[in-house]
Each structure stands twice: as C-alpha cells, then as structure tokens.
C-alpha cells in the first residue's frame, strides 16, 4: 500500500522533505557530522565534489574521495534530528518516491559518524579517537519502534541495577554497531567501549547552572559501570539513535569520536580543531 502525503513528505521537486535530497544525490556510503560547517572541513579533501544542498542545519555535500563515492551530511545536534535524518535516508534509497511504495530489493548504507564527545573515563585522554561499540540510549527515542530485537537485555539489566536508574525515566536501551564498520576503523590509535546518548547538553549530562537535576551522582554512576568486558566511554547526544535506527533499517553504522574533553580529570584539549581534523583525515584514509 503506498504511503499517504501526510507520512512521507515530499517537496514540490520530488526531494525529501528535511533533507531536501533526490535519491540520485546520494552515495551508499555516508558520514554523519553535527557541525554544518564540519562538512566543508571534510569534503575540502574531496577529488571531486558533484552536488551540495542545504536546509535548515541538514547540509549534504556528496563527492568522491581517491575515487570513493561519499555523501557527508549534518544532522544537528540530538536524537531527535537522527530520526528525521535516518528515515529520509532510508526513504531515498528504499522506497519509491513516484509510487510511494517499499522498493523489493533493499539498499543498505554505510553510516559513519565523525563526532566530538567528552570521556567519562580517566585513562582516555583528551586528543584520542573513541570507537563506540554500543550506543547507549538514555533519551528514550527508540521505545517509539519496535526494539525488541536489537536490544542487549543482560547489558541493559545491569545498568539498571548499578545506577538504581529511576522507574520515571525511559529504561536505557544498548544497541550494538556495525562490527564490518568497527574493524575498518579500528587501529593501535583508537579506544573501543559504550558510547552514552543522552537527550540534552546540561542537566541529561549531568552539568548543573541553576537547576538541580534528578540524580547528581548520575554521571560517577555511569562512568563507574563495568559488565565483562563493557564500560562506558563517554557522553553525547547521537550515537544511539543512529545505531538503533540503522539496525531497524537494515544499514551499518559506527560511530568515532575525537575526544576534545575528560570529564573524570577535568581537562579539555588545547587544540580541538586540529583534534577533529586528524580524525577527519583518520577516518576518511580508512574507510577508502
């Protein structure tokens, strides 16, 4: 049955309605970034560059880099966009937007996400890069789809049970990465663990202004968690919604931070900018 006007929403020139995107404009293979101006930091290393767009925060440049196809693409800051980006991206290559019907024959994507996050953990320093084995969703977005397959419930059990994590709040979901996506980018240089998701920069990280937040001690709790092999690395707002998504969607996602803040030591790099260009320049070497 084709899907209605009202649920996917096309502009008057055939393009999504967020992204502003046709499917002819897109690569399978695709780099996330919060930052819109993070996208002309990476597509400056482009051999080519064949289509650029914006609207709203959503910037998309697709190109090719030492003869690799590309598409890198701003999402935002927070879970929220992720949905809106994920489900068009999806849309574009798996449906068919003249007749509004599920294509039979499915594209997957590779989805990497070149981010800054702080580390919850000591001995990971500022200046390093972070793999995210697992999102960890704190902000409750992916209860709105059906989870129940892609969840970790023993992992999720025992965050629970460490952080005495309150009933009134959406119960924590662990989502695993692409482990394809994983060992390309993996190397002597880079750290591996959970990556936390929260829905907000202050109070759902624990930073305290003005208004007292509902669990202080949150942050040690989740920075102290240890099950097997798992520990939590550090803290954003994307990872999770981005994992949770593409598994439904039947795409490959991994996430790489560079950490640009530690939390444990309270310590921030003195040069972050030249941080995220070595990621940048990391990232794009191992994905070709």
């Known amino acids: 049955m084709p899907l209605k006007e009202s649920e996917l929403i096309l502009n008057k020139d055939g393009s999504v309605y967020h992204l502003n995107l046709r499917p002819e404009n897109i690569a399978n293979n695709i780099i996330f970034v919060g930052d819109q101006d993070r996208v002309d930091k990476i597509s400056k290393y482009f051999d080519l560059i064949e289509f650029t767009t914006q609207k709203r925060e959503f910037k998309t440049t697709t190109g090719t880099y030492k003869k690799k196809r590309f598409t890198i693409i701003s999402t935002g800051i927070g879970p929220d966009n ?4 994920l489900n068009e991206l999806d849309a574009l290559v798996n449906i068919d937007l003249k007749t509004r019907a599920t294509k039979k024959q ?4 590779n989805i990497v996400r070149i981010g800054t996050s702080g580390s919850l953990q000591e001995d990971i320093p500022v200046d390093s890069f972070v793999i995210s084995s697992h999102g960890l969703d704190l902000n409750g977005l992916l209860h709105s789809y059906q989870i129940d397959d892609i969840t970790n419930p023993e992992l999720e059990n025992a965050f629970v049970a460490h952080t005495n994590w ?3 709040k959406a119960f924590p979901l662990i989502i695993e990465n692409s482990k394809e996506l994983e060992n ?3 190397s002597a240089k880079t750290f591996t663990g959970i990556t936390a998701t929260a829905g907000g ?3 759902p990280q624990g930073r305290v202004l003005r208004l007292a937040i509902q669990d202080p001690e949150l942050n040690h709790k989740i920075d102290s968690f240890i099950f097997k092999e798992h520990r939590i690395t550090n803290l954003e707002m994307e990872t999770s919604a981005i994992y949770g998504l593409s598994k439904l969607l039947g795409h490959n996602a991994c996430s790489i931070n560079a950490i640009i803040a530690n939390r444990a030591n309270g310590t921030f790099s003195k040069n972050p900018s030249k941080v995220i260009a070595n990621l940048i320049e ?3 070497e191992k994905l070709v």
């Open 82 to 85: 992720i949905d809106i980006v």
């Open 106 to 109: 499915l594209t997957k994507l």
């Open 166 to 168: 309150s009933s009134k």
């Open 184 to 186: 390309k980018l993996t």
């Open 201 to 203: 920069f202050y109070g």
């Open 282 to 284: 990391y990232t794009l």
